[in-house]
């Protein structure tokens, strides 16, 4: 059994910051669940431009406000809490944020812990995923 407190995770190198965001990374590739779990932090007024070209994402809104729009069909969805949106198809999107937004996030594959977004918007493969 695994247990772990985000504000403990929040303290240690578990917590990634990058521009618009940052991540609590809770459980990732090293803990052989076949998923990581991220709680993840979008500031106010970011507008990211994402593409997970190599994973899939689960994404649910436990506070704050913004909107996801797709962008292979310009729809824009409302992000308020007790919102989820699944990035099944490796959807390419922008994510804004009106106001601050946590969110709860499952990655498959699970990530590794460091990763940030590449010039794309995703986060790359590591070489041993590539092999496998």
Same mark, same amino acid.
């Given at each position: 059994?695994? $247990?772990? +407190?985000?504000?403990?995770?929040?303290?240690?190198?578990?917590?990634?910051?990058?521009?618009?965001?940052? &991540? /609590? +990374?809770?459980?990732? +590739?090293?803990?052989?669940?076949?998923? &990581?779990?991220?709680?993840? /932090? @979008?500031?106010?007024?970011?507008?990211?431009?994402?593409?997970?070209?190599?994973?899939?994402? &689960?994404?649910?809104?436990?506070?704050?406000?913004? &909107?996801?729009?797709?962008?292979? /069909?310009?729809?824009?969805?409302? @992000?308020? *809490?007790? /919102?989820?949106?699944?990035?099944?198809?490796?959807?390419?999107?922008?994510? +804004?944020? =009106? =106001? %601050?937004?946590?969110?709860?996030?499952?990655?498959? *594959? *699970?990530?590794?812990?460091? %990763?940030?977004?590449?010039? =794309?918007?995703?986060?790359?493969?590591?070489? %041993?995923? $590539?092999?496998?």
């Amino acid at each position: 059994m695994i $247990v772990r +407190r985000l504000k403990d995770a929040e303290k240690g190198d578990r917590k990634i910051v990058s521009e618009g965001w940052d &991540s /609590t +990374r809770l459980a990732l +590739r090293n803990d052989n669940m076949g998923f &990581s779990f991220h709680i993840t /932090t @979008i500031y106010r007024d970011a507008e990211l431009h994402l593409h997970y070209q190599n994973h899939l994402e &689960s994404v649910y809104c436990v506070s704050g406000y913004g &909107s996801i729009e797709d962008l292979a /069909t310009g729809e824009v969805h409302t @992000i308020e *809490p007790g /919102t989820i949106y699944l990035l099944d198809q490796h959807d390419k999107h922008i994510l +804004r944020a =009106e =106001e %601050e937004m946590k969110m709860a996030c499952v990655f498959n *594959p *699970p990530l590794h812990g460091k %990763e940030v977004h590449n010039a =794309e918007g995703a986060y790359e493969l590591d070489a %041993e995923e $590539v092999k496998g």
